[in-house]
């Protein structure tokens, strides 16, 4: 549920609508299809090392220990920060949402509201957080149930009486319209959709049996997660013309979900959807104060922060690593208030790349830690859980992100005058990376870590 929770959000509730409106049923279909087959093998190799090593902060000391300090700090660091500012986006849009139903509210007072819900939630236990983080994922996952169930009754004509049927599968330049650039744009936005499955791998190091767990968390939420998003797609593809202008809308009144719900006849769909999109927003900053409090707590024990951040409480909460990511989402969730948001757009500009370095830090990481389980001369059939399809996997996992992660702004190379600002925006997450990557590898002097000498006891993990 905590994965399904990170995966389907506004992503699926908002953005399926555009992506099918500029590339037709057919081109988001397909463009989920592959990046869902990415996804997949980066939770296979997530999953064999969550359940070889299950620690919090997971994919930063994956890196740290089987590729380069370096590496781990950077990876750390950006999915801290990255983090951190989606929960001040979170913050922000809970205010929007309750603007719906309450359009004269303070929208200080409703963002803080929500804020000290979710840092209560944290803070009480880590039951806490993952009870408050079931219930939100279980009401999104029971309304995609529920839209895609009325969404065949419509198709069929068992539900409103005149079949749809299939021709708007295929109406004006569907089912790929905008040919292969088109669909490549969808690309971006699938990869964004998907994030957060990986947050299965913080939480492996606080699951009750990650050997036995964690594996089937992964097998059974991806497939969730593929057949809601692609069989959510084909629905609103079948019933609604990717011709539609409402689909290039990005509110909760022109939401593809709203919009399906309207034509079966339920007058309360808006308000409806509202809530859900709602329930998505609190459950991502759930997740966020979560994941981040957790790598700063596995990258303080590493050495890579400050050793305040190790401390936990007669609970096993790391409180102080809360109190941090708390303070800084709280003060750029502030900067959207005063003045004109300025600095808060640029920080949530160059959050938007994080995501797919994460992915490629992930799908290296697997690739060295068999590497070197085997040069060490231990033996595969030993492995609490095994991916499959090594190596092309994580290869094939790395390529895609890396093409998905350059090309994401390639329509500003299109035109005769660059935006040159657009494209700064777009890619600022890159070169952060790459300073907290080659500054800390400057100031350290670290070196890729030889397949023989990876700094992990095998037995010990192995026996554990």
Known sequence: ?????????????????????????????????????????????????????????????????????ALGFALGW???????????????????????????????????????????????SVKGYAEGEYWFSLIKVVTI???????????????????????????????????????????????????????????????????????????????????????????????????????????????PFTLVFKKAGLAIAASFMNSVILTAVLSAGNSCLYVTSRMLF?????????????KLNNRGVPVPAIIATTLVGMLAFLSSFFGDGAVYIWLMNSVGVTGFIFWLGIAASHYRFRKAYVAQGYSLKDLPYRSKWFPFGPIFAFALCLIVLLAQNYQAFLSDHIDWGGVIAAYLGIPLFLVMWLGYKFIKKTKVIPLEECRIDFDEHRKA
Not at 37 to 49: A, N, P, Q, R
């Open 1 to 69: 549920m905590i994965s399904l929770g990170g995966a389907i959000g506004t992503g699926l509730f908002l953005g399926s609508g555009p992506a099918i409106h500029a590339a037709g049923p057919g081109g988001a279909l397909v463009a989920y299809t592959l990046i869902g087959i990415m996804v997949y093998f980066i939770m296979t190799s997530l999953g064999e090392l969550a359940t070889f090593m299950p620690v919090s902060g997971a994919f930063s000391t994956y890196a740290t220990r089987f590729i380069d300090p």
């Open 78 to 124: 950006n999915y801290w920060y990255s983090w951190a500012i989606c929960l001040a986006a979170e913050l922000t849009a809970s205010t929007m949402i309750m603007k719906f139903w309450f359009p004269h509210s303070s929208s200080f007072l409703w963002s803080l509201f929500f804020l000290v819900t979710i840092f209560l939630l944290n803070y009480l």
């Open 145 to 255: 149930v529920i839209f895609i169930g009325i969404g065949l009754l419509m198709i069929f004509g068992i539900m409103n009486g005149k079949p749809i049927g299939f021709k708007n599968f295929t109406i004006g330049d569907a089912p790929f319209s905008g040919g292969f650039m088109a669909t490549l744009g969808i690309f971006i936005v699938a990869g964004f959709s998907f994030q957060g499955t990986e947050v299965i791998g913080v939480a492996a190091g606080e699951s009750e049996n990650p050997v036995k767990n964690v594996p089937r968390s992964i097998r059974t939420t991806f497939w969730r997660i593929f057949l809601f998003y692609c069989l959510s797609i084909f629905v609103i593809g079948l019933i609604i013309p990717y011709t539609t202008s409402s689909l290039a809308g990005d509110t909760v009144m022109l939401s």
């Open 298 to 310: 596995a990258m303080a024990q590493e050495g890579q922060a400050p050793r305040l951040f190790t």
